[in-house]
């Protein structure tokens, strides 16, 4: 076992859901007590196992000074579903937090952009923000009104450090009508940032590796893949010469430019690549 792979991160430990907080009309935050997860950086994630169903890869969503955390969830699946409807008390799994999550930079003022339930890792990294008193403005985007997440804590978050949220939806029905990309290059054009962080769907994050690379902002990204083992042994999460759950989740322009399969292709269950299919947001 590699050094970097020991430790009790990796040991599964079995700790019981202490509420649900529903976020949006497609997203439920779920709370229980770990302390490893309520100490993990912005970015990281846990392989969160729901009994009799599946272990998946989940972003930390609310690390809590009571030493306990939350991921928030989005039904898309048998496992993501059954965590939705899971209720107090009943137990999970978890093991982590794994991976590499955002790097707070020198900079004085970020461009957070979050494109639908891909958002989640982005709440905490708002809080981190505010706490250590970096101007930020937030480009939250959705389909539609109740999709959009966490606004009142990145409202709540920039009031503490005069930033601003833009609320962004397809349809118009609240904020700005368009794709989070969309008003996100009219602030760069408009203000100066120092580094954007965003995740979301792919094509608005290859979107967003455009821009970074015209208005010359460094860019750090989260993705998402497949993952089994969570800790760099099974491939499932490969894309290109890195395995996003070792190497990422998050990732500097730099890799990001290297990834031919960024926005390309994605791996299934069966580790087979396919077109992937993501929407703008
Ligand atoms: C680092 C990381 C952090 C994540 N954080 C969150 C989070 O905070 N909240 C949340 O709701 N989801 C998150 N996900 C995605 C979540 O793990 C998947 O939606 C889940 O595994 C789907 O399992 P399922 O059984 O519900 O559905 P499945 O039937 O397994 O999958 C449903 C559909 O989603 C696709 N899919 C499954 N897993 C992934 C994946 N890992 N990446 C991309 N597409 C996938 C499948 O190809 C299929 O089309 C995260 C994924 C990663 C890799
Ligand atoms: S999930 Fe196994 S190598 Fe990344």
Redesign the pocket.
């Known amino acids: 076992m590699l050094k970097s792979e020991a430790g009790p991160t990796h040991r599964q430990r079995i700790t019981t859901i202490l509420k649900g907080v529903v976020e949006t009309s497609t997203i439920k935050s779920v709370y229980f007590r770990d302390e490893p997860s309520s100490r993990a950086e912005p970015g990281q994630?846990l392989m969160v196992w729901i009994p009799e169903v599946?272990e998946?890869?989940?972003?930390i969503?609310y690390m809590c000074e009571d030493g306990s955390a939350a991921?928030?969830?989005?039904m898309?699946?048998?496992?993501?579903?059954s965590l939705y409807f899971r209720r107090r008390n009943q137990p999970i799994g978890v093991r982590g937090p794994y991976?590499r999550g955002f790097s707070l930079t020198s900079g004085k003022r970020a461009l957070i952009v979050s494109g639908g339930?891909g958002g989640?890792?982005l709440g905490p990294l708002s809080d981190l923000l505010a706490a250590k008193g970096r101007e930020f403005t937030v480009v939250v985007g959705a389909p539609v009104t109740g999709e959009l997440l966490f606004l009142d804590r990145y409202r709540a978050n920039a009031l503490k450090v005069g930033g601003k949220v833009i609320p962004v939806t397809e349809d118009g029905a609240y904020g700005v009508k368009g794709l989070a990309s969309e008003v996100a290059e009219a602030e760069l054009k408009e203000s100066d940032y120092d580094i954007i962080y965003t995740c979301g769907p792919e094509p608005m994050i290859k979107r967003l590796l455009d821009l970074a690379e015209e208005y010359s902002v460094p860019i750090q990204a989260?993705l998402?893949?497949?993952?089994k083992c969570g800790i760099g042994i099974c491939g499932s999460?490969v894309i290109d010469s890195y395995r996003?759950c070792r190497d990422g989740?998050v990732f500097d322009g730099e890799a990001l430019r290297e990834m031919k399969e960024l926005n390309v292709t994605?791996r299934?269950?069966a580790g087979r690549p396919g077109p992937l299919q993501g929407r703008h947001t």
């Not at 998946?56 to 972003?59: A, R």
């Not at 898309?76 to 579903?81: D, M, R, Y």
């Not at 998402?224 to 993952?227: K, P, S």
């Open positions: 994630f599946d998946i890869p989940m972003s969503s991921v928030s969830v989005k898309v699946g048998p496992a993501t579903n991976g339930a989640a890792p989260s998402e893949r497949i993952m999460c996003v989740p994605r299934d269950h």
